[in-house]
């Protein structure tokens, strides 16, 4: 069974203090690595999406990285309007035609002025 | 354009009551997910539209779950006789056939069942 662990829970940082969120998973077999951020009372708005490890992507100031076993989500100098719940989520090789996506339970990040 | 719309915004049921929950995706979006989100927990897949069939139905929680999606537009998710463990937001994403990885989400439904 497809498992995603995101570490940690909450997270409270004082703004342009630099931070790392995990997301641990295990899969048979990666087809995509996904990041999203969730604001309160919203939907999840689409981030990042990784393939192999190695890769990384950036946005502003957030880069993601991915290996065999995990994913990373740096905050660089983070603002306080990067507070939100973010979701990582992963999908199989073998989730066939739907493709569909299995997703952590999300890391709350709270940025202090 | 206009992204993912889903209504009700908020809903709250009696025990027993049958429920729809309506999503309008973005336009030209031939797949179409729906999704729960329980209370501090990830988000479950419930089941996957192409087009207007339901290729994947695997999310399903039991036989009161049930959706349907027409001209490969809107989708309903109704959930009859709702029990209390139905209260969720259920989230609705729609995405290009070619893309199916980059989902875009409506706000959801937030449902309580009393």
């Known amino acids: 069974e497809d498992q995603v662990t995101q570490s940690p829970e909450a997270l409270r940082l004082q703004e342009g203090e630099s931070s790392s969120l995990n997301c641990s998973y295990t899969v048979s077999g990666l087809r995509g690595l996904f990041w999203y951020r969730q604001d309160p009372g919203k939907g999840p708005e689409f981030l990042f999406t990784?393939?192999?490890a190695g890769e990384e992507k950036e946005k502003e100031r957030l880069k993601a990285t991915l290996t065999k076993k995990e994913s990373f989500l740096h905050i660089t100098a983070p603002k306080p309007e990067d507070s939100a719940t973010y979701l990582c989520a992963v999908q199989a090789l073998s989730s066939g035609s739907a493709r569909q996506l299995t997703f952590g339970s999300g890391t709350q990040l709270t940025v202090l002025p | 354009g206009a992204g993912v719309s889903q209504s009700p915004s908020n809903k709250v049921t009696e025990k027993g009551k049958d429920v729809e929950l309506r999503c309008d995706p973005i336009s030209g979006h031939t797949a179409l997910y729906w999704y729960r989100q329980r209370l501090g927990q990830g988000l479950e897949f419930l089941i996957y539209f192409q087009g207007n069939s339901a290729p994947d139905k695997s999310g399903l929680p039991s036989d009161r779950f049930s959706a349907e999606r027409t001209g490969e537009s809107v989708s309903t998710l109704t959930i009859q006789r709702t029990q209390q463990e139905d209260s969720a937001v259920y989230l609705c994403a729609s995405s290009l056939i070619q893309t199916v990885e980059t989902q875009y989400f409506g706000p959801g439904t937030r449902l309580l069942v009393l």
């Open positions: 990784l393939y192999s």
